[in-house]
């Protein structure tokens, strides 16, 4: 699934492409997405990132909000040629924004922006003395926790087992034993981590490709996320993978405490 960086980096090059264009015409080619509305006529005042979610602001106060899901990718083409898996089109000036989805997990939603209910963003409002205060001390694992949307936006399974190899935190560690000190350093390393994905364009695992289908660059700067059997980096010790929560965890046991 897309994560802070990807989704960040599709903002930004959907904000570049097509803010304060107006919108010729929107198709949908897959019915689990018939219903929704053909906003035609409609100027896109903003794109912005709320979490994992993509949003468009349009000029009658609604927005359309994108979330990619699994194995979602929105695409620019400049002519009509349709991908395989192309479940919509939003025609822009000389162009087409299309929503590319194999699984057909993505969903779109078109209306009046609702009050986000995830966590907070560490890239924008996020308040640590209130994390710390409503959300560190709960009993379970600090991995985990990471991952919870409800307590952190934007973080999945690839950048939480980078962050904590940062950090140099066990993911086996319940949350609520970690100190004020070590909580520090997992928000520090967040922040510089998630930054690097922006810079480079996300990380291409398997699905995620730019708003130009080309394959992000931090999957070559990857330091634990599946580097299984290799060197850490840090300590010299050997990169293992372990199952949480039905996810596969990379650290090492050797520096991460």
Same mark, same amino acid.
């Given at each position: 699934? $897309? ?16 803010? #304060? ?6 198709? @949908? ?17 903003? *794109? ?30 400049? %002519? ?12 822009? =000036?000389?162009? %087409?924004?299309?929503?590319?989805? $194999?699984?057909?997990?993505a969903t779109i939603r078109i209306g009046p922006e609702r009050q986000d209910k995830d966590g ?19 009993? @379970? ?7 919870? $949307?409800?307590?952190?936006? =934007?973080?999945? %399974? ?7 190899? #940062? ?5 086996c560690r319940l949350a609520a034993t970690l100190t004020e000190r070590e909580w520090k350093a *997992? ?32 999957? %070559? ?14 300590? #010299? #010790? ?5 199952k949480q929560g039905g996810r596969s965890t990379f650290y090492c046991p050797l520096c991460q405490?």
């Open positions: 699934m $897309p994560e802070l960086p990807e989704v960040e980096t599709l903002c930004r090059q959907l904000h570049e492409k097509i803010a #304060g264009r107006e919108i010729l015409a929107t198709m @949908v080619y897959d019915d689990k997405l018939a219903g929704l509305e053909n906003v035609r006529g409609r100027a896109i005042e903003e *794109v912005r990132r709320s979490g994992k979610t993509i949003v468009l602001k349009l000029s009658d106060s609604r927005s359309i909000a994108i979330h990619l899901r699994m194995t979602g990718r929105l695409l620019w083409h400049q %002519n009509k040629t349709k991908e395989k898996h192309t479940r919509w089109r939003m025609t822009v =000036g000389d162009g %087409n924004v299309d929503l590319v989805d $194999p699984r057909r997990f907070k963003d560490l890239m924008t409002d996020f308040d640590e003395k209130v994390f710390l205060k409503r959300q560190a001390l709960r009993k @379970v694992s600090v991995k985990i926790l990471l991952m919870d $949307p409800k307590a952190i936006a =934007g973080i999945g %399974n690839i950048y939480a087992c980078e962050i904590l190899h #940062g950090a140099g935190i066990s993911p *997992v928000f520090r390393q967040a922040r510089r981590i998630l930054k690097k994905g922006i810079k480079k364009r996300g990380t291409s695992i398997s699905d995620w490709r730019d708003l130009y289908g080309r394959k992000g660059e931090n999957q %070559n700067e990857l330091k634990a996320y599946g580097q299984e059997g290799k060197t850490c980096h840090t300590c #010299g #010790g050997t990169i293992r993978r372990i405490k």
